[in-house]
Structure formats: structure tokens, C-alpha cells
């Protein structure tokens, strides 16, 4: 699987590197992540208890609307957020959070990305460029 590439639709933000945690599930700022501890807090998420800080979060869908501009933000200047978000599936309202975090974020995959990508892999994103892409580094 090492040196695997998938090719996104979309990406935004610069590059980022790190541990995949990787889940068939969705994403809310608001209300899947305790942002203080910096853990999925949501009891009926795939991820529940988890750390995302420092992650790249691999997963199907996003959720939520504009709160999470501002929490993505918050999370990214007091250092407990996530390195990077791939998904599957994004709203439109995503990219402008994104835009506003000066977040990276990939999405829209030809195939299910959280079934290609290996939990606990290394790996990189990369949003910029004509073939945004997450990479398997190992």
C-alpha cells in the first residue's frame, strides 16, 4: 500500500502530512469533537474517544454548516486540531470553512476513500495543483 496515490475532485489549504484515523463515518466540528481535548466526543461516532490533533482525518462526509468555520479556526490557532480533512463527500458551505481556517482539505474521490485508506497509515495530502492527492507514505 506504501506510495498509493488517490486523486481528489477538490482540495484547498497547503500541504500536510501525518497519521491517517480513517472511519466510515461523518464530520461536524460542532458536534463530533470535544475542541478542548481535542477528542471525537460524540458517543455514536466510529471514532468516539479518539484524538484527532495532529491527524489527517479521513472520512466519508462533512456535516454541519457555518459553526464550523469559526470552531476549524479556533482549533487550528490553539494547536488542537487536525492536520488535514479528506472526505469523500463535501457541502459547499465546507469549502468556504475551509477557506476561512486557511484549512487543507481534500474531497470527491472515484472511489470510497475511507475504505482505500489504511487507519494508522503515514500520510500526505497534498490540495494544490490540477490533481489535488493524498499519497500512502507508509
Request: proline content about 4%; overall charge positive; aromatic content about 8%.
Given at each position: 500500500?506504501?506510495?498509493?496515490?488517490?486523486?481528489?475532485?477538490?482540495?484547498?489549504?497547503?500541504?500536510?502530512?501525518?497519521?491517517?484515523?480513517?472511519?466510515?463515518?461523518?464530520?461536524?466540528?460542532?458536534?463530533?469533537?470535544?475542541?478542548?481535548?481535542?477528542?471525537?466526543?460524540?458517543?455514536e461516532h466510529k471514532l468516539a474517544g479518539q484524538s484527532?490533533?495532529?491527524?489527517?482525518?479521513?472520512?466519508?462526509?462533512?456535516?454541519?454548516?457555518?459553526?464550523?468555520?469559526?470552531?476549524?479556526?479556533?482549533?487550528?490557532?490553539?494547536?488542537?486540531?487536525?492536520?488535514?480533512?479528506?472526505?469523500?463527500?463535501?457541502?459547499?458551505?465546507?469549502?468556504?470553512?475551509?477557506?476561512?481556517?486557511?484549512?487543507?482539505?481534500?474531497?470527491?474521490?472515484?472511489?470510497?476513500?475511507?475504505?482505500?485508506?489504511?487507519?494508522?497509515?503515514?500520510?500526505?495530502?497534498?490540495?494544490?495543483?490540477?490533481?489535488?492527492?493524498?499519497?500512502?507514505?507508509?
Open positions: 500500500m506504501s506510495g498509493a496515490i488517490f486523486h481528489a475532485h477538490s482540495g484547498m489549504g497547503g500541504k500536510a502530512r501525518g497519521e491517517a484515523l480513517v472511519a466510515k463515518d461523518g464530520f461536524s466540528a460542532r458536534y463530533d469533537l470535544d475542541r478542548l481535548r481535542g477528542v471525537f466526543s460524540r458517543a484527532y490533533v495532529g491527524r489527517v482525518l479521513v472520512l466519508d462526509a462533512a456535516k454541519g454548516g457555518v459553526a464550523t468555520a469559526w470552531m476549524l479556526h479556533e482549533m487550528k490557532a490553539s494547536g488542537v486540531g487536525p492536520a488535514a480533512l479528506v472526505l469523500n463527500a463535501v457541502n459547499p458551505i465546507m469549502f468556504q470553512v475551509a477557506a476561512f481556517a486557511d484549512f487543507t482539505m481534500i474531497s470527491g474521490f472515484e472511489i470510497d476513500i475511507t475504505a482505500a485508506i489504511p487507519n494508522g497509515a503515514l500520510v500526505e495530502v497534498e490540495p494544490t495543483g490540477a490533481r489535488p492527492y493524498i499519497r500512502v507514505l507508509r
